[in-house]
């Protein structure tokens, strides 16, 4: 069982540790996250060698509002867990784990799309699915479904590609 070795190795900053249907998941605090997760990917006792996804769920009746979820698998140990951070709504950001699985970058720039998660230290954070003016983030629990947005000129991106502004 991974919750036992990761709590030895890891102790306090693990703030939750189940194991349900198989899956076992963990919450940590978003201030020590970055050092937790390379040292998943970089001990071998871990060896989480590949992230799977980063999404976010949106919970408006809860504290923290959101959790971001972190997806890792082991390839060469054949094991898998699920990570979570709580995130709050009025300060939703989380570190960038670019710098651990270059996978990330993509994954974190959709999760900053739909909820407006900012992922701090991520070299390139902007809109990957909507445009740039496109207000709000559409996957969140109280974004408007018939919100109307700006309407844009229709642009060729492979002829004038969108240059971010942040």
């Known amino acids: 069982m991974l919750i036992e070795k990761l709590k030895a190795r890891f102790g306090g900053e693990i703030l939750d540790a189940q194991n349900a249907r198989d899956e076992e998941t963990f919450t940590i605090d978003r201030e020590r996250a970055y050092d937790f997760f390379r040292a998943l990917r970089d001990e071998p006792d871990f060896d989480f060698n590949f992230l799977t996804d980063v999404t976010a769920v ?22 898998r867990i699920r990570v979570k951070i709580g995130v709050d709504g009025a300060d939703p950001w989380v570190h960038s784990v670019v710098g651990v699985w270059g996978a990330a970058d993509w994954l974190e720039r959709e999760c900053f799309d739909m909820f407006g998660i900012v992922f701090k230290g991520h070299p390139d954070l902007r809109r990957i699915l909507m445009y740039d003016s496109f207000e709000g983030y559409p996957l969140r629990k109280d974004y408007y479904y018939n919100k109307r947005q700006p309407i844009v000129p229709e642009i060729d991106p492979v002829v004038n590609p969108i240059r971010s502004s942040r």
């Open 58 to 79: 949106d919970w408006p009746e809860r504290k923290p509002r959101f959790e971001v979820v972190y997806q890792l698998n082991s390839l060469n140990l054949a094991h």
